[in-house]
C-alpha cells in the first residue's frame, strides 16, 4: 500500500509504505553477501528479473534469453505501480495519491561491469537510445507528467546493485526539483529574453576555468556553484529543451563526454559511489499554456554526483551546501587525469 | 579563502574553499583513530580548542580551565569567519559573497558522553539555554541575517566527532530550507488566517497516530510525510514563532521532550548516526515589512532526521524522497520503546 503523501510545509512529495516493517528491518541488516552469489543483471539470468519491457537484442533472440545489449526490466521494489488512477484526496488538512507511475530498472551491458565508464562508447549510444526511447514511450500513458533518469553507480556494492544500470522513475506529477528549475530557467528568460543554460553555457567558455571536456555537441563543466565536489554538468551546445529530440549523431557525442567525464571522475576519486541525473521537459500536461515557452526557456542537461561526502545537519537546515573544494580546483585535478 | 557562491539556476548558495586541495584529499582518507588519542572535546583539553566564547562554568574557574558544564567555541575547520564585511559581488552572470558569518561548536557535557539522550534533562535544559544565549547575542552583529542551530550525532565516531556537540552557523543571508518554510507559511495564513503549524497540530492531535509524546508545552510526532524512517518533529503547542522567547518552565519540558524523543530512536534503531535541527525566526533584517506577520505566522520547531538510508539519485534528481516505511508504521514502533 505505497503512498504518495505531501509534506505541507515544505511542498515536497514523498513517496512512503514501499516497505513492510519486517522488510524495512531486514534491508537494515543486509551485510554485503558472498562474492559467489549470482547477478541477477547478468547475461543468463533473465529468469531471475520480472519480465522485460524492452531490449536491444540480436535479431533471432526471444525476449527473456541471452542475446540482448540492454534490457530494461520493472523493479521488483517498485515505489510506483502502473495500474490504477492517481486518486487524489485529502486526509484532514493533508494531501496524498496513489502512486501510479513507473519504475524501470535499465541494464547497461550483459557482462557484470560496475561503472559505466568501462563500456565502449558504441554500448553507451546504444544505452542513451533506450533513455530516449522509455522517455517517448511512457508519454503515452496520460496519467504520467514526468519521467526522471537517473543512476546510483555504487561500484563497491556486492553483485546486483553493483551491476551497471540506470533507472527511470516516471511519476504522477512533475517533481519539485526540476519545476524548481523550470521556474528559475523560465524567469530568467522573461528578464533576458535569452536561455539561462545558454548564457551559462557561454560564461563558462569565456571564464575557461571550469570545462572539463568539450566536443562539437556538448560541453562537461564544473558549475560555479556545486553542492558536491567534483560535481560536474553535462549540457548540449546547441539549444534543446527536450532530450527525446536530440540526434544520433549527437548521442554520439554524448556517448563520447559522459564516457570522458565519469572516467575523470573515477581516475580523481578511485571509482567513488556516484550519482547522475536527467532533467528533460516534463511532458507538459495538463497545462499546454503554462508550458507554452518551455521549448525556448529550459534546457535539458546531466547532473553528475560523486557521493563522497556526507550530508549534515547543516545541509538539511540550510537547504545550503558545503563544497570544501573550490570548483576551479576540482577543474584543474580532473584536467589532469 | 572561503566563497559563498550562488548557483544561478536552483538559486542556492554554497561555501566552498574551505579546504585546500591537500586538506581535502587528507580528510577524505581519515581513517578512525586509535581509542587512546585524546579528545580535544574532554574536560581538563581546553586549550587544546580554539578559545571559548561562552560556557556555564562553576563561580570561581576560569574561561578555558575545568569546571564548566556546557562550552562554546569557535570551529577551527570554520566556514564563516566572524571578520569583514559581506562584500557582494557579480563575477560574469554569477553572484558571490564573503563567507562572513560564525561557525560555534556547542560542546554539551564534560564527559565523553555520545549521545545527547544520555545527559539528564538538567544538563539538555543548561544546553536549551546556552541556545537561547548564543542566538541573543549573535543578533548584536547587524551583518548577520540567521542562525541555525544543528547537530550531527555520530555515536560511532572514534573521539572528537564523537563528543556529544551541537553547532551553530550564523549566516549573512536566511537560508533558503528557512526561506521556504516562512513563504509557505506566510502563504498558508494569508489563505486561512491560522498558522500552518498549529493547524499541524491540532491535526496530529485529532488524527492520535503519529504522536510519540506530549507533555504540558511541547508535542513530539512523525509528521505525515517523512523525508527519513522515524523522523521526528517536536513543535511548542502554544505558539510561538522565537525560540529566544522559551521561558525556563517551557525549556524544561523540551529537555525532558527531547530527551524521551532522541531515546526511543535511540532505542529502535540501535543508536543510529542522526542530525537534529532548530528553525526559528530569521534575524528580521533589513526589510521591517516583510516580517510584520512572522510571530503570527511562523512557528518555530525542531526537526530530528535519522540517516540511517542512502540518499539516491531519486531524492537529487526529484527533490522528492523515499520513505519506505509509512509514519504510522513509525510512530507505533517508537511508541512501543
Known amino acids: 500500500m505505497p503512498e504518495l503523501r505531501r509534506d505541507l510545509i515544505s511542498h515536497r512529495w514523498i513517496i512512503t509504505g514501499t516497505q513492510s516493517e519486517e522488510e524495512f528491518f531486514s534491508s537494515l541488516n543486509l551485510k554485503p553477501k558472498?562474492?559467489?552469489?549470482?547477478?541477477?543483471?547478468c547475461e543468463g539470468n533473465e529468469t531471475k528479473t520480472l519480465p522485460e519491457i524492452y531490449s536491444i537484442r540480436k535479431f533471432d533472440t526471444r525476449p527473456n534469453t541471452p542475446g540482448w545489449q540492454v534490457r530494461v526490466v520493472p523493479s521488483k521494489s517498485a515505489a510506483f505501480k502502473i495500474d490504477g488512477d492517481v486518486g487524489k484526496v485529502g486526509r484532514g488538512i493533508y494531501d496524498m495519491m496513489n502512486n501510479i507511475g513507473a519504475h524501470e530498472l535499465i541494464i547497461e551491458s550483459p557482462q557484470h561491469i560496475k561503472n559505466i565508464c568501462e563500456l565502449p562508447p558504441e554500448q553507451i549510444l546504444l544505452i542513451l537510445?533506450?533513455?530516449?526511447?522509455?522517455?517517448?514511450?511512457?508519454?503515452?500513458?496520460?496519467?504520467?507528467?514526468?519521467?526522471?533518469?537517473?543512476?546510483?553507480?555504487?561500484?563497491?556494492?556486492?553483485?546486483?546493485?553493483?551491476?551497471?544500470?540506470?533507472?527511470?522513475?516516471?511519476?504522477?506529477?512533475?517533481?519539485?526539483?526540476?519545476?524548481?528549475?523550470?521556474?528559475?530557467?523560465?524567469?530568467?528568460?522573461?528578464?533576458?529574453?535569452?536561455?539561462?543554460?545558454?548564457?551559462?553555457?557561454?560564461?563558462?567558455?569565456?571564464?575557461?576555468?571550469?570545462?572539463?571536456?568539450?566536443?562539437?555537441?556538448?560541453?562537461?563543466?564544473?558549475?560555479?556553484?556545486?553542492?558536491?565536489?567534483?560535481?560536474?554538468?553535462?549540457?548540449?551546445?546547441?539549444?534543446?529543451?527536450?532530450?527525446?529530440?536530440?540526434?544520433?549523431?549527437?548521442?554520439?557525442?554524448?556517448?563520447?563526454?559522459?564516457?570522458?567525464?565519469?572516467?575523470?571522475?573515477?581516475?580523481?576519486?578511485?571509482?567513488?559511489?556516484?550519482?547522475?541525473?536527467?532533467?528533460?521537459?516534463?511532458y507538459m500536461r495538463p497545462k499546454p499554456d503554462y508550458w507554452k515557452t518551455i521549448h525556448n526557456d529550459f534546457h535539458w542537461h546531466i547532473e553528475i554526483y560523486p557521493q563522497i561526502s556526507e550530508i549534515t545537519g547543516f545541509e538539511w537546515g540550510s537547504g545550503y551546501h558545503i563544497q570544501p573544494l573550490l570548483p576551479e580546483i576540482c577543474t584543474k585535478l580532473l584536467l589532469a587525469k
Open 34 to 41: 558472498e562474492a559467489g552469489v549470482e547477478c541477477f543483471f
Open 129 to 282: 537510445k533506450v533513455y530516449q526511447t522509455r522517455l517517448r514511450d511512457l508519454n503515452n500513458d496520460e496519467r504520467l507528467r514526468y519521467a526522471l533518469i537517473f543512476k546510483n553507480q555504487r561500484p563497491e556494492s556486492p553483485l546486483r546493485y553493483g551491476h551497471t544500470h540506470s533507472q527511470l522513475a516516471a511519476l504522477p506529477l512533475t517533481p519539485k526539483a526540476v519545476k524548481d528549475e523550470l521556474i528559475s530557467a523560465k524567469n530568467y528568460f522573461s528578464y533576458k529574453e535569452r536561455c539561462l543554460f545558454c548564457d551559462i553555457i557561454r560564461q563558462e567558455q569565456r571564464d575557461k576555468k571550469r570545462i572539463v571536456e568539450e566536443n562539437f555537441d556538448y560541453i562537461s563543466f564544473v558549475p560555479f556553484a556545486t553542492k558536491f565536489p567534483f560535481e560536474l554538468s553535462i549540457m548540449p551546445k546547441k539549444h534543446n529543451a527536450d532530450f527525446r529530440a536530440e540526434s544520433e549523431s549527437s548521442l554520439k557525442n554524448l556517448a563520447q563526454i559522459l564516457k570522458i567525464s565519469l572516467s575523470k571522475i573515477s581516475a580523481v576519486l578511485n571509482d567513488p559511489p556516484l550519482n547522475y541525473i536527467l532533467h528533460t521537459i516534463p
